[in-house]
C-alpha cells in the first residue's frame, strides 16, 4: 500500500528524485557549527510568517488604533499575548541569526566562485531584515518607537542628495503619522515578504545547485563530509527545537512590553535609542565631528557605512586571493575590525548612553 | 567741588555744542551727560515705549527739534521730571486714554489709573503719603519692559521680589505698623516653591491675591473668593458647609484660619484628623461633634490612602513582569482621582458625604488591586504552562539526540 502511494506520488511529483538528491548530498563536517545559522534565520523567518499572519487577524494599522489593537491582542485574545511575544522576540533573534550566518559565511570565505549570487542575494536577505526589524518596530505606535523612527528617518533624511525625499517617501510627508504607520504596515507585511521570499528562493535554490561551501585550507587535507539527510537534517533540526525552546522561555518569562501609546505632542523619552542592531549606528553618529571634509558629520558617517556595506557586497569580486583558493589575511582582518567596531559601539551605546 | 554743581557745568558744555539738526536734540545732549541725567538715554533703549516709536517728549514733553536748552521750554509743553506724588497720573495721561492706548496695543487695559486710587497705594498717596508705591516702583523707569519679558520687575517670577522690595524692608515699613515677613513666608510657601523653585507660572504671585494697580488685603469674608479663584472646588463646599457661617460669626479668616496666608505650607492628610499636626483639634475639643467628625474623615481618606497604594504595589508588580494591566491602570487611575476628590471633599466639612465617596474610591482600589493580583497569577499559569511545551522540546530533543549519536 506504501509502496503505492509512493509510486502515484513519485510519478505526479517525481519525488524519487528529490529523495535521491538528498540522499547524496553532503555537508562538510569541520567548522558545522556556522552552517546552521542560515537554517536558523530560516527557521525564524518562518516563526515570523505564521505568527505574524495571526497577528494581522486582530492588528489595526492606524494611529488611533493601533496601539489599542495590540492592547487587545495582549489582554484579551487567547494566546495573543504569547503570538506577539514569540514574533518580538523571534525578530530579534532571527536578525542575530542572519547577523551571525552573514558574518560567518565572510570569515569561512563561502563567497568564493561559483558562490557570489549566493552572496549576494543573501546581502539583500540581510537588508530585508533589517527593513523588517526597522518597519515592524512602529507597528504597535508606541511612544518609543514612534520617536526612534522619528530618529531613524532623519538619518536617512542626512543622505546627501536623496535624503530628504526619501524621508519624506518613508514618512509619508514632513512627519512621522499616521501616512508613516500605513506605509510602513506595508512594507512589513507585503513588499518585504515578498521581495524576502523571492531572494530565499534564489539563496536556498543557489545553496542546493551549489552544495555546502568547503572551508577554505580543504585541499591541504582531506575534508571530511556528512550525508546531508539524515544526518544534518536531524542535528538541523536539534538546533532548531532548542531555538523553540529558547523563544518559549523568553516568551514566557520576559514578555515584551508594550510601553505608553505614541503622543506626537509629546517631548521624546529620555534614553532613547534605536534597537539594538542600529545602535552601532547611532552611537558613531555621537562621535563625528559636526563638519567634517566640508560635509555635515552625519553624511559622512552615512556615506562611511554605505561605503562600507558596498565593500562588503562586493567581496566576492574584491578578494581574488579567496577566489584562487588561497588564504586573504587583509579581509579577514578587515571583517574583524568592523565586527569589533559594531561590538565596541552597540556596547558603549547601552554603557555610556549620554 | 559739589556734584550739583558738575552737573550744571556739563548741561552748559552740552549746551554749547549744537546737536545735529533733525535727530532727537533730548538724546543729543543727554547722553553726552553723567548719571542721572544721562541714564535715561540708556534705558529707553529697551523701553516698551521707545520699541513702539515714542520718544522723550512724548512723556515729558518739549520740543526735540530744537537743538537749544529752548527745547525745555515751558511754553512748548516741556513738564520735566513729574513729583513723585504725581506719578500716577503722569502715566495716565496716556494708559487711561482707550483711543490712544489702541493705537499702540489695543489689549492693554486702560484702567490701571482707577484701580490704583482704590488700591492702599493709592488712597494713602491721595492722602499725602508720597512713600507709598506708585507706577514707577514697580514698572521702574527709562527701561519699562513689558509684563511678559523676564527680566521686567512685574514678569511673574520676579513680583515676589519686586513686592518685597519695600513690603521685606522693616526699617521703609515701620511707620505701617504691618508685617514684613510676607515675602519670607511666601518664598517658603507651596506657591512660591511651585513658582520660584518649580518655575511653573500657574502658581500665584502676590498679585494674584492682591490685585496688582489695586492692591488691597483681602478681608476676612472674601478669603475664599481669593483662594477659589483657583480652588475653585474647595471654595464651592467650604461656602455650603457649616464652617462658613460659624467663620464669619467668628471673624475668622476662612481659608487662612487652616492654611495660614503667605505661608501656606504644602497640604497633607497629617492637617486633617485629631492627631497633633491636625489644624482641627485647633478649635474642636475632645468629645465635641466636631472632634468626632474630624477623626471619622481623616479614618475615611486614609482607608482610601491605603487601598490605593495597596493597589499600586500589586499592578506595579504585574506590570513590571510584563503583563498586560491597562485595565488595572485605568481603575487605578480611576482610585487616585476618588482619592483627590475624597481629599477635597474634606472641604465639606460633611464626615457622611466623605465616607460615602471615599468607600466608593476604595471599591474602585481594591477592584484595581485584583485585576492585578489578577494578571500575576495568569502570569505564574502561564510559567507552568510553558513546563508542557518545553518537556516536549526537551524530550524530541533528546530522542533526536539519540538518534543522532547512533547516526554518528
Request: charged share 15%; aromatic share 10%.
Amino acid at each position: 500500500m506504501t509502496a503505492a502511494i509512493g509510486a502515484w506520488l513519485d510519478d505526479r511529483l517525481r519525488v524519487r528524485a528529490v529523495r535521491d538528491f538528498l540522499a547524496h548530498k553532503l555537508v562538510p563536517v569541520e567548522r558545522s557549527i556556522w552552517y546552521y545559522f542560515g537554517g536558523v534565520s530560516l527557521f525564524l523567518f518562518g516563526v515570523q510568517v505564521a505568527t505574524g499572519i495571526l497577528l494581522l487577524l486582530y492588528y489595526r494599522p492606524a494611529p488611533d488604533s493601533a496601539f489599542e489593537s495590540v492592547r487587545f491582542i495582549m489582554g484579551h485574545v487567547r494566546f495573543g499575548w504569547l503570538v506577539r511575544s514569540v514574533h518580538a522576540w523571534a525578530a530579534n533573534l532571527m536578525i542575530a541569526g542572519v547577523f551571525t550566518h552573514f558574518f560567518s559565511v565572510f570569515f569561512l570565505k563561502a563567497y568564493r566562485p561559483p558562490r557570489e549570487v549566493t552572496w549576494l542575494t543573501g546581502c539583500g536577505l540581510l537588508g530585508c531584515t533589517l527593513a523588517f526589524g526597522f518597519s515592524g518596530y512602529l507597528l504597535p505606535w508606541n511612544q518609543l518607537a514612534f520617536f526612534a523612527t522619528k530618529v531613524g528617518t532623519d538619518i536617512v533624511g542626512e543622505v546627501p542628495v536623496v535624503g530628504p525625499a526619501l524621508r519624506f517617501v518613508l514618512r509619508g510627508g514632513e512627519n512621522v503619522g499616521g501616512a508613516t504607520l500605513t506605509r510602513f504596515f506595508g512594507f512589513h507585511v507585503a513588499l518585504l515578504p515578498l521581495a524576502t521570499t523571492l531572494l530565499l528562493l534564489v539563496h536556498l535554490a543557489l545553496v542546493q545547485l551549489h552544495g555546502m561551501s568547503e572551508p577554505q585550507g580543504g585541499r591541504r587535507r582531506p575534508v571530511r563530509h556528512m550525508p546531508f539527510y539524515p544526518h544534518f537534517v536531524l542535528r538541523e533540526a536539534l538546533v532548531w527545537l532548542a531555538v523553540l525552546g529558547v523563544l518559549v522561555v523568553l516568551a514566557t518569562f520576559f514578555p515584551w512590553e508594550l510601553g505608553e501609546k505614541a503622543d506626537p505632542f509629546a517631548s521624546a523619552p529620555s534614553g532613547i535609542r534605536p534597537e539594538w542592531y542600529f545602535t552601532f549606528m547611532s552611537q558613531t553618529f555621537k562621535y563625528v565631528p559636526a563638519r567634517l571634509f566640508g560635509l555635515e558629520g552625519e553624511q559622512v558617517a552615512i556615506l562611511g557605512f554605505a561605503a562600507i556595506f558596498a565593500l562588503l557586497v562586493l567581496v566576492p569580486f574584491l578578494d581574488r586571493r579567496a577566489a584562487r583558493g588561497e588564504p586573504s589575511p587583509l579581509v579577514t582582518a578587515g571583517g574583524v575590525l568592523l565586527l569589533g567596531f559594531m561590538v565596541v559601539m552597540t556596547l558603549l551605546a547601552y554603557l555610556k548612553p549620554y | 567741588m559739589r556734584p550739583g554743581a558738575v552737573i550744571v557745568a556739563m548741561v552748559l558744555l552740552v549746551a554749547g555744542t549744537a546737536p545735529v539738526r533733525g535727530e532727537d536734540s533730548c538724546v543729543q545732549c543727554h547722553k553726552e551727560l553723567p548719571d542721572p541725567l544721562g541714564a535715561p538715554v540708556a534705558g529707553m533703549q529697551r523701553d516698551v515705549h521707545a520699541t513702539v516709536g515714542l520718544s522723550c517728549a512724548d512723556c515729558h514733553g518739549g520740543d526735540p527739534k530744537d537743538p537749544g536748552m529752548s527745547a525745555m521750554d515751558a511754553a512748548k509743553g516741556f513738564v520735566g521730571k513729574p513729583e513723585r506724588g504725581r506719578i500716577p497720573e503722569f502715566c495716565g495721561r496716556c494708559h487711561a486714554d482707550e483711543g490712544y492706548m489702541r493705537r499702540f496695543n489695543p489689549r492693554l487695559p486702560v484702567d490701571q489709573l482707577a484701580t490704583y486710587w482704590t488700591s492702599v497705594h493709592g488712597q494713602r498717596l491721595r492722602q499725602g503719603d508720597t512713600a507709598v508705591a506708585t507706577c514707577v516702583s514697580c514698572h521702574g523707569v527709562h527701561g519699562i519692559l513689558p509684563a511678559s519679558d523676564a527680566s521686567s520687575p512685574v514678569y511673574k517670577m520676579n513680583v515676589p521680589e519686586t513686592c518685597g522690595r519695600c513690603h521685606a524692608d522693616a526699617q521703609y515699613m515701620a511707620a505701617y505698623h504691618i508685617p514684613t515677613n510676607q515675602l519670607a513666608q511666601y518664598q517658603r510657601s507651596i506657591h512660591g516653591q511651585t513658582l520660584l523653585v518649580g518655575r511653573d507660572p500657574a502658581a500665584p504671585a502676590c498679585n494674584d491675591c492682591h490685585g496688582n494697580h489695586g492692591a488691597f488685603p483681602p478681608g476676612a469674608r472674601s478669603v475664599a473668593a481669593v483662594c477659589g479663584q483657583c480652588h475653585a472646588f474647595n471654595k464651592d463646599l467650604f461656602l455650603a458647609s457649616p464652617h462658613h457661617a460659624a467663620f464669619d460669626r467668628l471673624g475668622l479668616p476662612e481659608c487662612v484660619t487652616c492654611h495660614g496666608n503667605h505661608l501656606v505650607v504644602q497640604t497633607s492628610d497629617e492637617m486633617l484628623g485629631v492627631g497633633a499636626t491636625a489644624v482641627c483639634v485647633s478649635c474642636h475639643a475632645p468629645g465635641s461633634a466636631g472632634y468626632a467628625a474630624a477623626e471619622r474623615m481623616r479614618l475615611a481618606v486614609d482607608r482610601l490612602k491605603d487601598a490605593v497604594a495597596a493597589a499600586e504595589r500589586t499592578v506595579a508588580r504585574a506590570a513590571a513582569a510584563g503583563m498586560e494591566v491597562s485595565d488595572a491602570e485605568a481603575a487605578l487611575q480611576s482610585a487616585r482621582e476618588d482619592l483627590v476628590k475624597t481629599r477635597t471633599q474634606v472641604h465639606a466639612f460633611d464626615p457622611a458625604s466623605l465616607v460615602k465617596m471615599a468607600d466608593a474610591g476604595v471599591q474602585t482600589a481594591t477592584a484595581a488591586a485584583h485585576a492585578g493580583e489578577e494578571a500575576l497569577v495568569e502570569l505564574r499559569n502561564r510559567r507552568w504552562m510553558a513546563l508542557i511545551p518545553l518537556s516536549l522540546i526537551a524530550l524530541v530533543g533528546a530522542l533526536l539526540y539519540l538518534k543522532v549519536r547512533e547516526l554518528s
